[in-house]
């Protein structure tokens, strides 16, 4: 099968090492592991990793999962706080516990254990726009009083500074025809503290099934849990949907979602013969992906499917 790597937009500060590492025959987790570990790194993407915005409290939250598509073993991570390479100890989970997720104190103390590198996560700007955001929305009775206050009705007013969130995702076709996916985000910016987005739950955010595909999403992390739509996807494969039925099927799905937080998502989907699809629901402007197929020079940008839902 041919080789191939599809990663979104946010993937573009590592896309070129997963796909130089695939096209020397490494196998998909190294690949993803390594070119996540460098969307991470990189303070230019504000929706993963260091440079990240931050939740309701101004603290950043870090939310990344991988699965293995032989095996299904997954390794998740949910907020955590403190360390650079959430999808490294996410892939620590998975290699070295007999559990497939950690979250807060407990995945801190995990990456600790295995001596992740730490970091302070929230760079000078975002500490800057979210102390702007302090100082307009809070009354100084409420500013006097933080952080005892509510924040339930604060989240309902939050409002994401880049008005979009981004989770970096990456799914992989590999030399060995073993597919894998792997995703990290910091979730929503101004988010309740501990909420989960769909990234760090497998089969929402991800899912990766050699056998078939593999499937990630972007965006409104709600819509994905209620929907499990990577694992819908993947289902929808194995039922005998080609790729493109199996992702209309997923936004289908989508379309029954009632209430709730309703936005813009983006479904990425490759199967086990190297095709693949990406299409975005709720758009807001052009969204585009990275594609990389054994043979090709270098990963190319490609607009990304617009569909309503
Ligand atoms: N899906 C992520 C989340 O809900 C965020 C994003 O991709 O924009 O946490």
Redesign the pocket.
């Known amino acids: 099968m041919a080789r191939i790597l599809v990663t ?1 937009n ?1 993937g573009t500060p590592g896309v070129g090492t997963a796909a130089r590492m695939l096209a020397a025959g490494s196998g998909g987790l190294d690949a993803i592991e390594a070119g996540i570990r460098l969307v991470e790194a990189d303070t230019t993407i504000r ?1 993963v990793g260091r440079g990240g915005w931050p939740n309701l409290l101004g603290e950043v939250e870090l ?1 990344a999962a991988m699965i293995d598509g032989n095996s299904f073993r997954s390794g998740a991570v949910g907020a955590l706080k403190g360390y650079l390479h959430p999808i490294s100890v996410a892939r620590a989970v998975m290699e070295r516990l007999p559990h497939e997720m950690l979250v807060g104190e407990g995945a801190a103390r995990f990456a600790n254990e295995i001596g992740a590198e730490t970091a302070d996560n929230l760079i000078p700007d975002s500490e800057r726009v979210w102390r702007q955001w302090f100082e307009e929305t809070l009354s100084p009775a409420e500013r006097a009083r933080w952080p005892d206050v509510d924040l339930t009705a604060l989240c309902q007013q939050a409002i994401d500074p880049e008005k ?4 970096t ?1 990456f799914l992989s076709l590999d030399a060995q025809s073993e597919i894998m996916a792997g ?1 990290s ?4 910016a101004w ?1 309740y503290p501990g ?5 760090p739950i497998i089969g929402a ?1 991800c899912y990766a099934d050699t056998r078939y595909g593999a499937a990630a ?6 819509m ?2 209620r929907a499990g739509t990577s694992r819908a996807i993947v289902l929808y494969m194995k039922m005998g949907l080609s790729l493109a039925a199996a992702v209309d099927e997923a936004i289908d799905d989508l379309r029954r979602l009632r209430g709730g937080l309703i936005q ?3 479904l990425h989907a490759i199967d086990c013969d190297g095709d693949h699809r990406v299409v975005t629901v709720n758009a807001e402007g052009q969204p585009s992906y990275w594609l990389w197929r054994e043979g090709d020079e270098a990963p190319r940008a490609e607009p990304a499917e617009v569909v309503a839902l």
């Open positions: 979104n946010e929706s939310d979009g969130m981004d989770t995702v995703v985000t910091s979730g929503w988010k909420r989960l987005g769909d990234s955010g999403c972007t965006g409104t992390g709600e994905a849990i813009r998502l983006t």
